[in-house]
T-cell receptor, first 111, second 111 residues
């Protein structure tokens, strides 16, 4: 089976802009979770989607949003980018049960 | 309050030795426990999951869980330089797929 894919892999944006990241889960996985990883804070949970519904949300401002499509593909959007949003954004897909498998990530740099 | 604690390291071991990585968690409702390996510049890779008290072995890896002490460990036998990476401990509560991660322990295996 193909693994989790994320696009784009690298992104450079300017403060104030918005960005959309995409994630395609492993075939058959209906749960998609998003995480932000920074050197200072480590891996922090953003949100989880299951069957097109947001099931859980982490402690991030409303500038961070996401959605899931009927084919389980997911997107996350960050509006009004700030320098502190520079991070590795990771998507993880999960089969029934709790193991999560990560994609390669999108490295976002905000200048 | 940190929910999942790991020694940041680095933990340095010689090739062929046993590396012991430890993790404590604060939420007594935690039911599932995972170890991820993350090479520099890469995304986390799931290497072990454990759900009940005791030991679980997979090749050179052994995960140990003690729910009474709220303690999870990972032993790596016959450590190889290729095991040099950051090891992330993750937990979640029953009924929730959201993972809470520790900040990771860096392992360095010297030839």
């Amino acid at each position: 089976k193909a693994g989790v894919t994320q696009t784009p892999r690298y992104l450079i944006k300017t403060r104030g802009q918005q960005v959309t990241l995409s994630c395609s889960p492993i075939s058959g996985h209906r749960s998609v979770s998003w995480y932000q990883q920074t050197p200072g804070q480590g891996l922090q949970f953003l949100f989880e989607y299951f069957s097109e519904t947001q099931r859980n949300k982490g402690n991030f401002p409303g500038r961070f949003s996401g959605r899931q499509f009927s084919n389980s593909r997911s997107e996350m959007n960050v509006s009004t980018l700030e320098l502190g949003d520079s991070a590795l954004y990771l998507c993880a897909s999960s089969p029934p049960g709790y193991e999560q498998y990560f994609g390669p990530g999108t490295r976002l740099t905000v200048t | 309050q940190k929910e999942v604690e790991q020694n940041s390291g680095p933990l340095s071991v010689p090739e062929g030795a046993i590396a012991s990585l430890n993790c404590t968690y604060s939420d007594r409702g935690s039911q599932s426990f995972f170890w991820y390996r993350q090479y520099s510049g890469k995304s986390p890779e799931l290497i072990m999951s454990i759900y009940s008290n005791g030991d679980k072995e997979d090749g050179r890896f052994t995960a140990q869980l003690n729910k009474a002490s709220q303690y999870v460990s990972l032993l790596i036998r016959d450590s190889q330089p290729s095991d040099s990476a950051t090891y992330l401990c993750a937990v979640n509560r029953s009924g929730y797929s959201t993972l809470t991660f520790g900040k990771g322990t860096m392992l360095l295996v010297s030839p």
